[in-house]
């Protein structure tokens, strides 16, 4: 049987469901939802950045150019590299303010 965890997306108040071995921008768009921004989908972009602020989860290898060690440790990760152990919340994270500043350049 496959364990499926809820995935809360605070402000977008939106909720859904994801296998425990899934990615949760995968999950998300498996069910036609758009609660979280689509980018390339493996972990380069930066575009579907999140902060998850409950529940236990793992990631798998993300670009530090779109998430520091710091960003990690504060727990902003990319969706598409994120896979639950537990039931989450999260928010949507603003682009790191290095990014921010080359795309204003």
């Known amino acids: 049987m496959t364990v ?9 108040d ?3 469901q994801c296998a425990e071995e899934q990615r949760l ?21 930066g575009i579907c950045r999140v902060q998850i602020t409950q529940g236990e989860y793992e990631t798998r290898k993300m670009s530090r150019a779109h998430v520091t060690e710091e960003d990690e440790q504060r727990g902003i990760a ?19 303010a290095e990014e921010e500043s080359e795309s204003a350049a």
């Open 78 to 96: 990319l969706s598409c590299r994120v896979v639950p152990k537990s039931n989450l919340s999260l928010r949507l994270a603003p682009r790191s």
């Open 25 to 45: 921008l995968h999950a998300m768009q498996a069910q036609g939802l758009g609660s979280i921004p689509v980018g390339c989908k493996g972990g380069g972009c």
């Open 14 to 16: 939106a909720r859904f």
């Open 4 to 12: 499926r965890f809820e995935i809360y997306v605070e402000d977008k």
